[in-house]
T-cell receptor, first 113, second 109 residues
């Protein structure tokens, strides 16, 4: 069964450094998403992406964040200058259509020191 | 702003019991509602998706209902098993997906 995959599973970085989180969505899916979950809190929507453009973004997704589909398979989330409060689990998801079931990857745990 | 609430926050039941998890949301203008399961330290596994035009969906021992007008959904789990122990999340979709805080379910053997 096709799955969303994410790398790395755990990333440790110093405050102020740039990080890139990588995702490979399910191959025939057209819509891609990033979410984050701070430890002990709700899962929060960050951004949705379709046809090489951002479709929706939340108030969390400020200028420090960017997304890209650099090739036909990868979908990346970049945080330009990490802050301590960016420490969280980041989940990538994909769906065939905009209102279809979203399938989530296993997540990348980001720790900012 | 859409708010999603799940009750109870935690539930412990003996194996074999039928149980109901509740989800409520404040804005009924949703496209769909999705139930997920999350195991500790893991990703989210999709269980059921209910479109806004539907009243319920079933998958195996799971049945989810949706009453959009009253802003409520329930997830019914029949004949619970220890392997059902996990956190169950509901999420409502209206351009962006809003999650509840989850119900942590423990099924005791």
């Amino acid at each position: 069964e096709p799955e969303v995959t994410q790398t790395p599973s755990h990333q440790v970085t110093q405050m102020g450094q740039e990080v890139i989180l990588r995702c490979v969505p399910i191959s025939n899916h057209l819509y891609f998403y990033w979410y984050r979950q701070i430890l002990g809190q709700k899962v929060e929507f960050l951004v949705s992406f379709y046809n090489n453009e951002i479709s929706e973004k939340s108030e969390i997704f400020d200028d420090q964040f960017s997304v890209e589909r650099p090739d036909g398979s990868n979908f990346t989330l970049k945080i330009r200058s990490t802050k301590l409060e960016d420490s969280a689990m980041y989940f990538c998801a994909s769906s065939k259509q905009t209102r279809d079931t979203q399938y989530f990857g296993p997540g990348t745990r980001l720790t900012v020191l | 702003k859409q708010e999603v609430t799940q009750i109870p926050a935690a539930l412990s039941v003996p194996e074999g019991e039928n149980l109901v998890l509740n989800c409520s949301f404040t804005d009924s203008a949703i496209y769909n509602l999705q139930w997920f399961r999350q195991d500790p330290g893991k990703g989210l596994t999709s269980l059921l998706l209910i479109q806004s035009s539907q009243r319920e969906q079933t998958s195996g021992r799971l049945n989810a209902s949706l009453d959009k007008s009253s802003g409520r959904s329930t997830l019914y789990i029949a004949a619970s098993q220890p392997g059902d122990s996990a956190t169950y999340l509901c999420a409502v979709n209206n351009n962006d997906m809003r999650f509840g805080a989850g119900t942590r379910l423990t099924v005791k053997p």
